[in-house]
């Protein structure tokens, strides 16, 4: 009995012996062999990391007097999490939840439902905000999205334009309110409005699909970087946007966020400095607001510098930031004159100021000795292509550039040949981007018999001749015929026109430069000095000798050298548009201009007045005249005819009579095909990058006329109350 009994109790100690040695077993495969599986799935504390936007950098012209800067900003946010967590503690149950439909990938609906974050809201923050007259209208909408995309983790910005006086009374007063802060920010502002807007461009705010995917994995929760989308803003928008920051949050076993682990604060991109000048840019600006439709371009013809760079009519880039209204948005865009636009980079019939590079290329072959006669017109087939003068007798090419004879220039194309003037366009960057560093620029058009039969036509004698006066298919930026002048001026250097001087990081280091660059020297390329000086003089004739066509130009402060243009339009509306290219002074020449007057009657009567302007004041300047930089505002478009411009307080003459000398446009329809004929009428826009939207307050979301009409009184602490 005894022995059975202990064979028992051996037994059942070998089993008690096996079970530990299990357990132990277990114990050490879990908390040893597969530590990390398990210790994955153990609730506990979390780290998440936040990314912080940088601060953008400021862009500067050539002096260092900043445009452009971001300038502290206050944005009330809500962090709906901790709102949320509040409203939890604080009622016995959650609201409704919020019903909302969608599609999925399949077009199939679904019925989707959430926590009702604005009624949440509204019973936890608003109250507060309403005692303090805080309360704004806001997209009820956007708030439901940003909750339902970041759970709450990344703030939601309830008001992006809070005033420092609003900033204060918060900071005094907002005890009690929960899930309610106040940040920092820096907002985008551009100092003197409207001027140089087309250089500058705008920005829009941050949009997540733009990062790349690898880039958004680094962070738990990315918060993106405001970005350029037109002009030097994106062009130079990698070194403008700032280095950024980053916050690591820790969030208990339930999800709920404890506090925040670490911070690195974002720091500012680098500075972007510009070669215009903003003193040339604003008088440049200014005068073109005597037309309501051009654009003007100077050069420092030394080194491809571009001083100004100007469009009208304009627009305000601060009406872009943070965002820009659907009625703004439409304002502009619905505009029949474009202000968005930049005329000063987009193609257009330069007319007779292409007679200077159609003289350059005669010097590549013999045509420039010649004395060819103006015979009111030329010949082809069975039509007579006219001269806008009745007959300007047998004359050189000097005298031909000085009185704009068409006669001579369709004779002394021809006798160059097409294949000539192709190669001397190519050098002076025609038909071709320049690849200044804004956004917008087209290559315009030299045609040529390949280009013709392309286009299912081909080549003859009286296409050439169109061409010498810039017409038909011919086509020149502005920008393109500022070079085209700069290289003439300095005695056929051919430079890359610049716009971006260098790039600055806040330490003072250079860390991009762009050195001026010698493309061409036409004088290496088969011309001699003497062939430039012989086109060179006939500009300084135009203006400076009896019987020019641009004697209006001529001043007592400088010497003014020119060539007017004036192209035929297809548009019945606006017939004619007007141009003038000059340089200044004669010898060593500081600067080089091109201004185009869209629907003006003859170069010299429309535009160069205003080169004479710009030309004057930009002297004056270099020669000490100081001039006061004020915000310009918008430059309003319109529609009628220029006839003449004037400057000595008459304001704009539309109706003057133009000049006896100045050049008239010619009529040549009948030799430009009508498939041709559409590329000078077509409308003006072109495709703009859309900008972020404001967001249009919804019915759920008018709230700001409660400020008025505080009620209920709220009173701090009462969340903590409930809680305890």
Not at 43 to 70: A, C, H, M, Q
Request: net charge neutral; with cysteine.
């Amino acid at each position: 009995m005894v022995t059975q009994f202990r064979i028992r109790l051996y037994l059942l100690a070998l089993l008690v012996m096996a079970g530990m040695c299990l357990l132990v077993y277990r114990l050490y495969e879990i908390q040893v062999v597969e530590h990390d599986y398990y210790a994955a799935r153990v609730p506990g504390s979390k780290f998440e990391s936040v990314r912080i936007p940088g601060i953008r950098g400021e862009i500067k012209d050539r002096n260092g007097l900043t445009l452009v800067d971001s300038t502290p900003n206050y944005e009330l946010q809500f962090d709906l999490r901790t709102i949320v967590d509040v409203y939890k503690d604080t009622h016995d149950k959650m609201p409704d939840p919020y019903v909302w439909e969608r599609f999925d990938r399949y077009g199939q609906k679904e019925i989707k439902k959430e926590t009702d974050i604005v009624q949440i809201v509204e019973e936890t923050v608003f109250p507060g905000l309403q005692d303090l007259g805080l309360l704004a209208d806001y997209s009820a909408n956007s708030m439901r999205v940003h909750y339902r995309s970041t759970q709450g983790v990344v703030p939601f910005t309830y008001r992006r334009d809070l005033s420092f006086r609003e900033f204060a009374r918060f900071a005094e007063n907002n005890i009690g309110i929960p899930g309610v802060t106040v940040s920092r920010t820096g907002r985008r502002r551009y100092l003197y409005d409207s001027l140089a807007c087309h250089i500058l461009g705008y920005m829009n705010l941050a949009d997540i699909d733009q990062v790349p995917e690898e880039k958004r994995r680094e962070f738990d929760y990315y918060v993106g970087d405001d970005y350029g989308v037109m002009g030097v803003e994106k062009t130079m928008d990698h070194y403008l946007q700032g280095k950024p920051g980053e916050v690591t949050i820790e969030k208990n076993e339930k999800g709920r966020i404890v506090g925040e682990v670490s911070r690195t604060d974002a720091q500012p991109g680098s500075d972007v400095y510009l070669t215009i000048d903003a003193r040339i840019q604003m008088v440049t600006e200014e005068s073109l607001r005597k037309i309501g439709r051009g654009a003007a371009v100077v050069m420092n013809p030394q080194n491809g510098d571009i001083l100004a760079i100007a469009s009208v009519p304009s627009f305000n880039p601060n009406v872009f930031i943070p965002e820009v209204s659907i009625d703004d948005w439409k304002r502009y865009t619905e505009d029949p004159t474009s202000p968005m636009f930049s005329r000063a980079v987009n193609p257009y019939a330069p007319g007779s100021t292409c007679k200077i590079p159609i003289a350059l290329a005669g010097c590549l072959s013999d045509s420039w000795r010649y004395r060819f006669s103006c015979g009111g017109g030329a010949q082809y087939g069975k039509k007579f292509m006219k001269c806008w003068h009745s007959n300007h007798g047998h004359i050189d090419l000097s005298s031909a550039v000085k009185v704009s004879c068409n006669g001579f220039f369709y004779r002394y194309a021809n006798h160059t040949g097409i294949r000539n003037i192709q190669t001397m366009t190519d050098l002076l960057g025609m038909g071709k981007t320049t690849g200044i560093k804004i956004t917008g620029e087209k290559p315009g058009n030299i045609p040529n018999p390949e280009w013709l039969r392309m286009q299912g036509l081909l080549w003859s004698d009286a296409f050439t001749a169109l061409t010498s006066i810039g017409q038909g298919a011919t086509e020149a930026t502005p920008l393109q015929m500022a070079s085209v002048t700069s290289t003439v001026c300095n005695g056929g250097k051919v430079y890359q026109p610049r716009i971006i001087k260098k790039v600055v990081e806040q330490n003072g280091e250079v860390v991009w430069e762009e050195p001026p660059k010698l493309k061409y020297d036409l004088t290496r390329e088969g011309l001699t000095a003497e062939q430039v000086e012989t086109v060179k003089r006939g500009m300084w004739r135009v203006v400076n000798e009896g019987g020019g066509t641009a004697g209006r130009s001529r001043s007592t402060i400088t010497v003014i050298n020119g060539k007017t243009g004036t192209a035929q339009t297809a548009n019945p509306i606006q017939p004619t548009n007007a141009w003038f290219i000059a340089f200044a002074p004669y010898e060593n020449p500081e600067f080089a201009v091109c201004v185009f007057v869209e629907n003006g009657n003859s170069g010299g009567g429309a535009a160069s007045p205003i080169a004479k302007y710009i030309i004057e004041n930009a002297t004056i300047m270099d020669r000490g005249h100081k001039i006061e930089l004020t915000a310009l505002p918008e430059a309003i478009g319109r529609t009628d005819r220029v006839m003449s411009v004037s400057f000595d307080n008459t304001g704009l003459t539309a109706f003057a009579q133009a000049d006896a000398d100045s050049e008239s446009a010619v009529d040549v329809t009948a030799f430009v095909p009508e498939s041709l004929q559409q590329r000078n009428f077509r409308p003006f826009g072109g495709l703009l990058a859309p900008p972020s939207f404001r967001q249009n307050t919804d019915r759920r979301g008018q709230v700001g006329n409660m400020n008025s009409n505080p009620k209920p009184k709220f009173r701090p602490f009462q969340w903590l109350r409930k809680r305890n």
